[in-house]
């Protein structure tokens, strides 16, 4: 009788313990990680055949990269957005030969004036922007979970006005690519952007088609979807996001969800479907309502890509 006694006494205080460990973890999630910004860098191969498939290289014996990308997404601006306009200056006012941006730009009006923080300096080769989901639309909170927890892709019937979205970003220098080919030269690249939610797989042949025999053949897209198509199509690297990486991460787990129909190990980084590459992007924000990372901290990413 006593022990249970005794045991009654430290319930409340491992009640306590719980719920305040639990307040803690929400509040770093959300204060401290989720704006814990960082710039990573990676060397990718093209053509890796290596099995178990890794595109990542920890050394290029000297040569120089075919093209130095700075990868963003996922950054969902809103007002008063101070800290990771900061982080974008700085990212955006190094050298690359692209920028690529791929998709969830601004989360509202609110980010737009932010819009100068995405491209200081310009690329050598020239900066491109895919729209994401929450571009086109405001999602209200039921749609918003449902669509995480059942995996849909349901959207509102309405979509948003896009031309303030278009000027602030033209005006900076990004050139937006909806279901649309651009070819450049002198670089041998050509260049394919796909719009939200998707595009079928003879129009993304179609598109391929229009890039030389000799080029390097890059695609860009929000929402990773049938990737297959991609491999089909002859692109060698692809670049999307929309998965935040899961942003909850478990260690020895990974990601709880993706929010897409990629497996919870392939939530973000290099994978591969036949021999196309691919980058999904961990991004640098999410709907200010849920935006908690855990194990997860939000990223750019520097990719040198090597023949």
């Known amino acids: ?55 990542e290289v920890n050394g290029a014996n000297g040569t120089k990269p075919r093209l130095t990308i700075l990868h963003l997404s996922d950054l969902h601006l809103v007002a008063n957005d101070w800290q990771k306009s900061d982080f974008l200056r700085e990212v955006t006012s190094a050298q690359y030969d692209l920028v690529m941006l791929t998709g969830d730009i601004f989360e509202n009006e609110g980010g737009l004036p932010f819009a100068a923080d995405l491209l200081v300096k310009k690329p050598r080769l020239g900066a491109f922007a895919v729209f994401g989901n929450k571009d086109y639309y405001h999602y209200g909170w039921w749609r918003k979970i449902s669509n995480k927890l059942l995996g849909h892709y349901s959207v509102p019937k309405a979509k948003r006005d896009m031309a303030p979205w278009f000027d602030h970003l033209r005006a900076v220098g990004y050139q937006i690519l909806q279901n649309q080919f651009v070819r450049i030269p002198e670089a041998k690249l050509s260049l394919i952007g796909v719009d939200f939610p998707g595009i079928h797989e003879e129009s993304l042949k179609e598109l391929a088609g229009e890039a030389e025999k000799d080029d390097l053949l890059l695609a860009l897209f929000h929402l990773p979807k049938n990737l297959e198509a991609f491999s089909e199509a002859g692109i060698q690297f692809d670049l999307g996001g929309h998965t935040h990486g899961g942003q909850i991460r478990v260690p020895g787990m990974g990601a709880i969800i993706t929010d897409s129909e990629l497996p919870r190990h392939e939530a973000s980084g290099l994978l591969k479907r036949g021999n196309t590459i691919f980058h999904i992007s961990r991004g640098l924000g999410a709907d200010p309502r849920t935006n908690i990372r855990l194990f997860c901290p939000p990223a750019a990413t520097v990719i040198e890509l090597y023949d």
Do not use: D, Q
């Open 1 to 55: 009788m006593a022990a249970k006694l005794r045991l009654a006494r430290y319930i409340p205080f491992a009640a306590g313990s719980l719920i305040g460990l639990g307040a803690f973890v929400i509040w770093y999630a959300h204060k401290i990680e989720a704006n814990r910004f960082r710039l990573e860098r990676l060397k990718v191969k093209l053509g890796a055949t290596n099995k178990p498939f890794t595109a």
